[in-house]
């Protein structure tokens, strides 16, 4: 099964502000950007997305411009619900379980939210799911958190470690599952 992983182009929101699962929109003007991805895509696939906005509407112009006949949206998919933290300002945050947060977020739980731990058990389940159907190829419109966690996942890396996993706005990273070994061919390519 090849995979390839996309993450959404850059969003309406300022630097610095915590957006997590909020349904916020992508900076335009988009279509350059939307046509470098699909330049690495395949014209025929199995399309999963995240229903939020900022993944959808990618997904929608690479089902329009591809012979995808339809799109898959999984909750799994959403980005790390950041609770009560959404659309604050990161400075806005109490300091205090900020810092053990930081210290933790692996673990712990943002207020009301999840932690890294949750997200990628979420991803995983989903993976695992997809991986059973015995896909030939899948595109999966996403965010950078659930793309670590994939990565993470297929390539037995740590926690620790899958944060040093860059994954840029209008990124694709493509791995291939075949008799049981799993190949990257390359992550976050522009």
Known sequence: MEVYLVRHTETVCEKGICYGQSDVGIREPYSAVFENILKQLPQ??????????????????IKENTQIDSIIEDSRLMEMHFGDWELKRWEQIDQNAL????????????????????LFN???AFFDEIASKNHKT?????????????????????????????????????????????GVDFINRI
């Not at 025929?44 to 112009?61: K, M």
């Not at 673990?107 to 009301?112: A, E, G, K, S, T």
């Open 44 to 61: 025929e696939a199995v399309l999963y997305s995240s229903p939020l906005q900022r993944c959808a509407i990618l997904a929608n112009h």
């Open 99 to 118: 810092d053990e947060w930081m210290r933790n977020a692996v673990n712990l739980q943002c207020p009301n939210g999840e932690s890294y731990t949750d």
């Open 122 to 124: 979420r991803t995983t």
């Open 138 to 182: 899948v595109v999966i419109v996403t965010h950078a958190s659930v793309i670590r966690c994939l990565l993470m996942y297929v390539l037995a890396i740590t926690f620790e470690k899958s944060f040093d996993i860059r994954i840029a706005y209008g990124s694709v990273s493509k791995f291939t599952i075949e008799d049981g070994s799993i």
